[in-house]
């Protein structure tokens, strides 16, 4: 339901910023006169004080509650965040160079200068992924002639507050369970696709390619859109009914597996009913589930010896290489596609038998309860 108050609350803010950005570049005129440029300096600091005050006693919700509480926004954040909003809905080009952005909310070149800080990779604006570098490349060494725009997460997070509403992934009640496995594997093959996009951006040929270290992470917007859909599917699966009894979920129970090992799974299964190849290089998979270099050196002991997926015969590997696993190709063992696929009645059954037997092996202790449990039978 809308909130009548909450809309004209921010058209105010907003307005407030569009005033200042107005002011600033009346005061950019060279021709204008010493009193005027003295009355609007004075108007703009009427201004800013306005901005302070309003910001401070807005209470945002939704998306960018959930933001501002790690990362406070100060006035000139905000007043970045409403230039590029300006800019993303009235241009046809969204994305702004950073020494304009700047350059719209403060005055003197030297404080463009002194505040290019705003625009660092650590900084709230780009830490949190409300705003971000236009095709999310290297991280550039001037900031001021970097482009930027307003990220998906930020721009859906202002059509909420002007809708006065919470999140949808947020609202109780709003989560239709799943009717069936292959619905739950087809919201898992779209978190799939968000990795996939955000690997393309982290270990892109540029990156490979760079001559220095930086503590830019190229992807953090889609990361957090990754966790986004995490939240969803897991508010969804509360809400259905036996959902531990879907084959997908049994097999992330059963084999403790992770998210991550099932987006691996998850990949190679629709690969196969897209592309009609069973493959995908093993060095790949890996990249798929990293964020970073480092997440990718940790990763390697997904494709070790002894790790879940390959313990459990879910995932075979065929290094060109003796014991170099990141060397070869990776396929999905028959049962594991049968089995979540659900192709016919009887391979279900025996998938599900050999998920019993897998696990009553991994519980046996010896040989002889075994033999016990056979006489019993």
């Not at 009355?39 to 939704?62: E, I, N, P, V, W």
């Not at 690969?271 to 995908?280: Q, R």
Request: glycine fraction near 4%; hydrophobic fraction near 40%.
């Amino acid at each position: 339901m809308k909130s009548p108050r909450r809309s004209p609350e921010l058209r105010k803010l907003l307005s407030t910023c569009e005033d200042l950005q107005q002011i600033r570049t009346r005061l950019s005129d060279p021709e204008l006169a010493r009193e005027a440029r003295t009355r609007l300096r004075r108007q703009s600091q009427r201004k800013h004080d306005q901005l302070t005050r309003d910001l401070r006693a807005y209470q945002f919700r939704g998306p960018l509650a959930r933001v501002v509480q790690t990362f406070p926004l100060a006035p000139e954040h905000f007043q970045i965040l409403a230039v590029l909003l300006y800019r993303q809905t009235r241009c046809e080009d969204p994305a702004l160079q950073g020494r304009l952005v700047l350059a719209a909310i403060f005055e003197s070149a030297y404080d463009v200068l002194a505040r290019a800080d705003l625009l660092l990779p650590d900084a709230p604006l780009r830490a949190s992924g409300l705003v971000v570098l236009e095709d999310d490349e290297e991280n550039p060494d001037d900031v001021l002639e970097a482009r930027f725009v307003l990220s998906e997460e930020a721009l859906d997070g202002f059509r909420q507050e002007v809708a006065g509403r919470r999140s949808a992934a947020r609202r109780p009640g709003r989560h239709d369970p799943y009717a069936s496995n292959r619905e739950l594997l087809v919201d898992l093959h779209v978190i799939q696709n968000l990795y996939q996009q955000r690997s393309d951006r982290v270990f892109s040929h540029d990156r490979w390619h760079r001559l220095h270290n930086t503590t830019y992470r190229p992807g953090r917007s889609l990361s957090m859109r990754i966790e986004a859909a995490w939240t969803r599917l897991r508010a969804r699966l509360e809400a259905t009914e036996n959902a531990a009894k879907l084959p997908a979920m049994r097999l992330m129970r059963e084999y403790a597996l992770t998210e991550e090992e099932m987006v691996i799974i998850i990949h190679l299964l629709f690969k196969e009913l897209y592309e009609g190849s069973a493959y995908a290089d093993v060095a790949d998979l890996l990249k798929l589930i990293s964020r970073s270099e480092t997440d990718l050196i940790q990763n390697r002991r997904i494709a070790a010896e002894g790790s879940s997926l390959l313990k459990h015969d879910i995932l075979r590997l065929e290094p060109m290489i003796e014991g170099r696993s990141l060397t070869g190709e990776s396929s999905l063992a028959d049962w594991v596609v049968n089995y979540l696929f659900g192709s016919n009645v009887v391979e279900d059954i025996r998938a599900d038998e050999r998920i019993d037997w897998h696990v009553y092996l991994h519980q046996l202790e010896d040989t002889s309860g075994f033999y016990r449990d056979l006489d019993a039978n």
